[in-house]
């Protein structure tokens, strides 16, 4: 005879339950805090419309009357403010995004080195580390820019590399190619390939699992995606039309140019945060218990295959939070570009500022990006640690 299961209990919605009580208490904190945000917006602008300052964002729809340096798309002094602060919304995740990668790169591998048998690796990863973190950031921006702008020749004499390179004053010159539908192709290819290599690299793990037997990866994944975005230039017509740089009698005319201010930002968040990322590695290597890496010699793993496979499998629990952190850093340490003239969101928003006068407004637009851009990498990489988190039976 079987026995009949409990009837599940009701929920006890009396304030002795502490679920209850614990619900209660948050929703009386979220009404005080959105009283107190409701208090000072209408204190702040009631105060500014008896002085006669004007409020409202009704600016974003008025020609913005300045030009931009770095112009990722279209703009003209005639555009609206609204495209002004798009413009550097952009050039703010373009350095960001590019300096994240960068940086999780080099501190990836400067993390690894330090654990290297070569006294010498370890002494250069060991002495990278302790100067770029211990140099304040807008000290290191200030410095490559006076690197970029008064050591490098003039514009007119620029240094050249295989004729289709150059870097001078006025920044680094390289052959782009001619956009075209091939190219969409190819760049279509790439990501199939890209998802293909996904799909492969998790059945080569999946593998590994049943069987124990491994199979390669990386060379198969490049094969795979390079294989794509082969078939996508071949699908679309072979385009090989390239715009190439030339050196001109006053400065480089053609091609893309990477501006000093770019570089200087770019070069300075990067090495700035890999220091900081290289011993979030290190510790999360040094978290993994030393058994692991004797059990992996006894089964005559070599040391790539014993990092790549046993170490930072385990130490990325470790890992991933505080690098969630250097993310943010780099991206909110962005904002000191404004310090040698790129025209990030900050600088944008200080010039419309000036010119416009709405100081809460510009500011409020300032806070909003930055703390979406954080939330948005918060939640990816919150994403990325439950994935990555070893599961336990």
């Known amino acids: 005879m079987t026995a009949r299961a409990a009837p599940k209990g009701k929920r006890d919605w009396s304030l002795r339950s502490r679920a209850v009580r614990a619900l209660l208490y948050q929703l009386l904190a979220l009404t005080l805090i959105v009283l107190a945000v409701w208090f000072l917006a209408h204190n702040t602008f009631e105060n500014m419309r008896v002085r006669g300052i004007r409020s409202g964002f009704d600016f974003l729809l008025q020609p913005a009357g300045f030009d931009i340096g770095e112009l990722p798309i279209a703009y003209d002094a005639l555009d609206p403010y609204w495209k002004a602060f798009l413009i550097g919304v952009l050039n703010t995740l373009r350095v960001a995004v590019i300096g994240i990668v960068l940086a999780t790169l080099i501190g990836t591998l ?4 330090r654990f290297s048998h070569n006294a010498i690796v370890r002494g250069l990863c060991y002495g990278y580390v302790e100067l770029f973190r211990n140099i304040p950031i ?3 921006l200030l410095m490559w820019y006076l690197l970029l702008t008064e050591w490098l020749p003039d514009p007119a004499e620029p240094l050249s590399a295989f004729g ?4 001078s004053k006025g920044g680094l010159n390289l052959p782009v190619p001619v956009w075209g539908t091939g190219h969409a192709l190819t760049a279509g ?10 799909g492969y690299a998790r059945w080569v793990r999946l593998r590994f699992e049943r069987t124990g037997r491994p199979l390669p990866v990386a060379a198969p994944a490049v094969a795979l995606m390079l294989g794509g975005a082969l078939l996508g230039w071949l699908a679309g017509g072979s385009p090989n039309e390239w715009n190439l740089p030339k050196a001109g009698d006053v400065a480089v005319e053609g091609g893309s140019a990477l501006t000093p201010e770019f570089i200087s930002v770019l070069l300075g968040l990067t090495f700035y945060t890999a220091a900081f990322i290289a011993e979030v590695v290190r510790g999360g290597i040094q978290s993994v218990p030393g058994g692991q890496s004797e059990a992996a010699g006894a089964l005559g793993l070599s040391r790539g295959q014993l990092m790549r496979l046993v170490v930072l499998p385990q130490a990325l629990r470790v890992i991933i939070p505080p690098t969630t952190n250097q993310y943010l850093n780099l991206t909110k340490n962005s904002s000191l570009a404004v310090a040698i003239g790129y025209p990030d969101v900050v600088s944008i928003s200080n010039t419309a500022l000036n010119q416009t006068g709405r100081a809460v407004e510009c500011i409020a637009i300032i806070m909003l990006v930055y703390l979406f851009t954080s939330l948005t990498t918060s939640g990816l990489m919150n994403w990325y640690n439950k994935r990555a988190a070893i599961k336990e039976r």
């Open 110 to 113: 400067l993390g690894i080195g």
């Open 164 to 167: 289709v390179f150059f870097l």
């Open 189 to 198: 290819g790439l990501i199939v390939g890209a998802a293909a290599a996904w």
């Open 138 to 140: 807008l000290l290191q």
